[in-house]
């Protein structure tokens, strides 16, 4: 009796210390996450980040993203104002065309902000009209910039010098100097997204475009307006859609070469690193040293060194894709060529096939579903790369991107590639997923 | 007798016209595929700065340049490679790093976007498209604005792969715990037990290992995701590559030292996880 309590005991305690080590086990793994998060804090410097981070940059990539400025400069030399959307040449608005809300008579031009607020050049003198403080009154003299406020001292929103003069309320913005004056007015949208000031269809309604589309009168007598209209939308300066949409496609055809090719190169290669079917073991592992080789360089230095081979462009983007996924295509088709039944070939075999033969009636049926769902997955996830590898050697949407971001203002435009490049993933995503169900059969 | 005769005439008519009909179109679906791949081909090398076959003998060139001087500046290459140690261990804390926030973030969407798991059956769909979102973005989309923001360092790339690793690792997970058993968390939901403490005490256990699996063959492919982004500008050994490489010549033997230790880290992180996901899956 006292044995068997004994053993119940040692049995008791042993649970015991059992549930102790898990329950150790369960503590550590948290704890060892928390320690590690805590080296990172430090060697990634977390706490210096918010000194470096730019507030000011954020609020420059939001408005940017939702609105866009219009400039409205008057030369102080020549006396001559212009009305440029961003100020870009590209966006200027025709002289005898202007927004409503810009009204000249003679010498002076009044720019009407919204809100009760408003700017007014007058020959070489301006004034800023604000509803609460008053009027704001700049006068270029010998010795420098005058400035009349309705009282002292200036509001903070109001930085004046002898040289220049600038108002910045929530309306826009206004900059006097010697060489010129000049204001910002904001307002939300995409500017021009559809056609250029100059273009003979800008700054009219849908309904009105498709009334020119449908039955009125010919703008250019040499083709429909349609055609017209969509050739201006296609070449439209400011945002070059045509441009755009044809590096979207180099980008696709990026991931489809590339792809395509590897699963084509891979393939043949593929029965030489197979167990079953390689012609001799030094072959085989030859094989697959090649593959754990040409996997392990890696895509990045692949382009590098491609792209000094073949410069910059699509195919060199293609043939980076091609070789690194040409490794991983030969492991993963040699291990499902591996595993492959052996009966269905033997069967094959006694009709008197050849080896030719027996690998296209034999193993190749049982082993295509299999190597089409792993190279529509990849295609799927080539295009993202193909972004990525397209901003390195400089093709695709991936250079538009980096250009756009590097130029720190286009932010509009680089939202626009952002919401194209999700919509071409997510597009591609389904595609595939489609391909998949359509070839091999849903399978849950 | 002429009747059957005739019936198996019919078969094998039926079957050959059958198979005729197959092969036709197996050939029409080869021969636009074909045509799709040489077009393709020809339109890329159009669009190229240089041609295929222009380049193709240049291909040997940079590396055997860079090879050439790096083999006549070898005794640098250990020095090197413990220059250029503390960038790789950046890089690679950069893919450990994301690949755990992200896997974490993952673990919550998972669950909560699986039928028979979620706390909000009703917001499945919502969760579900979220985890799409963020897998459709490019992780360089991401780091490059961030970049603007945050100014250069690990943690832009940091946020970015996490971000991406959160959408594709949440798809997966949910994958794998719509096969989980429910009985456990019916059986805790009678005595009582939160959200919280269901998904804790019975569906991890169920499906930690796959989860674990998934998220080592999501670090190898972070390790190169993040050499890549420090390629485009965001701290670890991919920066270096980049300044060494403008550099151009005289600094080849930098170009090797990175290269050797990207591969081996590569190849290495490559064995490893390929070794424990056998492990794990296989049921160790």
């Known amino acids: 009796m006292t044995v068997a309590t004994d053993i119940a005991d040692a049995r008791r305690t042993e649970t015991l210390a059992a549930f102790g080590r898990k329950r150790l086990v369960k503590m550590a793994v948290p704890v060892a996450i928390l320690l590690y998060l805590v080296y990172i804090a430090f060697a990634f410097d977390i706490a210096g980040l918010a000194a470096r981070a730019r507030g000011d940059n954020v609020k420059v990539l939001l408005s940017d993203f939702v609105s866009y400025k219009t400039h409205v400069t008057r030369d102080n030399r020549s006396g001559a104002v212009t009305v440029a959307v961003e100020g870009e040449a590209k966006g200027a608005w025709p002289a005898g065309r202007l927004p409503e809300w810009i009204s000249v008579e003679g010498d002076a031009t009044r720019i009407d902000l919204g809100r009760g607020h408003s700017v007014v050049y007058e020959g070489p003198n301006a004034r800023y009209l604000h509803p609460q403080y008053g009027e704001i009154a700049v006068n270029p003299t010998e010795d420098g910039i005058k400035v009349n406020l309705p009282s002292e001292p200036a509001p903070d929103w109001i930085n004046a010098s002898d040289t220049r003069v600038t108002v910045t309320t929530g309306q826009g913005r206004f900059s006097f100097t010697r060489n010129r004056t000049e204001t910002f007015r904001y307002e939300y949208g995409w500017e021009l997204f559809f056609f250029t000031l100059d273009s003979p269809f800008s700054g009219k309604g849908p309904g009105e475009l498709l009334a020119l589309s449908l039955w009125g009168e010919r703008i250019d007598p040499a083709r429909p307006n349609i055609a017209y209209m969509v050739s201006e939308f296609w070449t439209n300066k400011m945002w070059r859609h045509g441009d755009v949409m044809w590096a979207m496609f180099e980008t696709v055809l990026m991931a489809f070469l590339g792809t395509m090719g590897a699963a084509l190169v891979a393939l043949p290669l593929a029965f030489l690193a197979a167990s079953n079917f390689a012609p001799s073991r030094a072959i085989r592992f030859a094989m697959r040293r090649l593959f754990d080789f040409v996997r392990g360089v890696d895509g990045l230095i692949w382009t590098i060194i491609l792209s000094r081979a073949f410069g910059p462009g699509p195919l060199t983007g293609s043939l980076a894709i091609l070789l690194t996924d040409t490794g991983s295509f030969g492991k993963m088709f040699s291990e499902a060529l591996e595993n492959v039944d052996n009966k269905q070939i033997e069967g094959v075999q006694s009709t008197g096939a050849n080896a030719l033969q027996q690998a296209r009636f034999g193993v190749m049926p049982q082993v295509i579903p299999v190597f089409l769902s792993q190279v529509l997955y990849y295609f799927e996830s080539n295009t993202r790369s193909a972004t990525v590898i397209g901003a390195i050697v400089g093709g695709g949407i991936g250079l538009l991107l980096t250009q756009a971001i590097i130029t720190q203002k286009d932010w509009e435009e680089v939202s626009y590639y952002i919401v194209l490049i999700v919509l071409m993933v997510m597009a591609m995503d389904t595609l595939s997923g489609w391909a998949r169900g359509k070839l091999i059969g849903r399978q849950a | ?284």
């Open chain 2, 1 to 284: 007798m002429t009747d059957a005769a005739m019936d198996t005439a019919a078969i094998r008519r039926n079957y050959l016209a059958m198979a005729r009909q197959k092969q036709t179109y197996g050939g029409i679906l080869l021969l636009v595929f074909v045509l799709l791949m040489a077009s393709g081909f020809m339109l890329a090398e159009q669009r190229n700065a240089g041609g295929f076959l222009e380049g193709i003998h240049q291909f040997f060139d940079f590396p055997a340049e860079v090879v050439s001087e790096a083999a006549r500046h070898a005794a640098n290459l250990p020095g090197l490679f413990i220059k250029f140690l503390p960038s790789l261990l950046e890089t690679i804390n950069i893919a450990a790093v994301s690949t755990l926030i992200g896997g974490l973030i993952a673990i919550m969407l998972s669950l909560l976007s699986t039928r028979g798991l979620a706390l909000w059956p009703r917001l499945i769909p919502l969760f579900r498209r979220s985890m799409d979102g963020m897998r459709a973005i490019p992780e360089i989309v991401i780091a490059l604005v961030l970049i603007f923001i945050l100014g250069g360092g690990p943690v832009p790339a940091m946020i970015a792969i996490a971000f991406h690793t959160a959408g594709a690792l949440g798809k997966l997970f949910s994958e794998v715990n719509e096969n989980a058993d429910l009985k456990p968390v019916e059986g805790l939901a009678s005595v009582g037990a939160t959200w919280g403490q269901r998904m804790w005490l019975g569906v991890v256990p169920q499906v930690a290992p796959n989860w674990l699996s998934y998220a080592l063959l999501r670090f190898e492919i972070n390790v190169r995701a993040s050499a890549i982004l420090g390629f485009v500008g965001s701290g670890g050994i991919g920066y270096d590559l980049k300044t060494a490489l403008q550099w151009g010549q005289g600094r080849y033997d930098e170009v090797i030292a990175i290269f050797i230790l990207l591969f081996i880290t590569i190849v290495i992180f490559d064995q490893t996880s390929s070794h424990y996901r056998n492990r794990l899956v296989k049921g160790a």
